[in-house]
């Protein structure tokens, strides 16, 4: 079943930069020993809050209380006007030694962001899913995936060592990067966003405005 996330994408201009990250860094499996999947320029985002697999006769009203959402923002003297973020840390998740993701961090967090993050996160409660509960419990941390990674295989020797040392992954490592950084999202709009099983085609379902 299709998994729903609420997100925003990044400026198409922002995606094409962007997009010259994988050709510069094909050295990056050999030299991490893993292999790795960057995400298509034209799906990066960051996510306000992942739904899981919610009942298909639940998205109309999904999206007609994500409506509300920022239609009820709108009224707060203090949320309005622009919605600003600046990427600029490169980090390793969950760590160093067991990396999974690559991605890019805004610190510290503005006061707009969380409290739209915040009324996202609380107004939607009443479709959140198993999925959506374990994910709920963690802090809020505005990021920018920019490559997924499989585990590193270990040799037999490895395997066998009674004291195992993980590789380290850096994203120092990545070319060019530092010169994309950082990387600049004025949030115009919240998407309801459909994703397959393997997250690799999105499909919006809906984009609210954040304009006045």
């Not at 998994?3 to 994988?22: E, H, M, N, V, Y």
């Not at 697999?53 to 999206?63: E, G, I, M, Q, T």
């Not at 198993?130 to 505005?142: G, M, R, S, Y």
Request: one cysteine or more; glycine letters at 4%.
């Amino acid at each position: 079943m299709p998994k729903l996330f609420i997100g925003t994408f990044l400026a198409q201009a922002d995606q094409q930069r962007l997009a010259s990250l994988p050709g510069e860094n094909e050295h990056l499996e050999s030299l991490w020993e893993r292999k790795l999947r960057w995400v298509r320029p034209v799906n990066l985002h960051i996510t306000w809050l992942f739904l899981g697999s919610v009942d298909p006769k639940l998205v109309s009203k999904l999206s007609s209380t994500l409506h509300k959402i920022v239609y009820e923002r709108s009224k707060i003297d203090d949320d309005r006007g622009e919605v600003v973020m600046d990427f600029t840390k490169p980090s390793v998740w969950p760590n160093s030694r067991k990396a999974r993701t690559i991605v890019v961090e805004n610190q510290p967090i503005p006061a707009k962001v969380e409290n739209l993050a915040r009324a996202i996160r609380t107004g939607l409660i009443p479709f959140y899913t198993a999925q959506t509960e374990q994910e709920h419990n963690q802090e809020f941390k505005p990021h920018i995936t920019l490559m997924r990674l499989d585990r590193r295989v270990e040799t037999p020797a490895e395997k066998l060592a009674f004291h195992r040392v993980e590789m380290r992954v850096d994203p120092k490592s990545i070319n060019s990067l530092d010169e994309l950084l950082p990387i600049h999202l004025a949030v115009e709009n919240v998407c309801l966003v459909e994703s397959d099983n393997e997250g690799g085609d999105y499909k919006v379902l809906d984009a609210v405005s954040l304009r006045d």
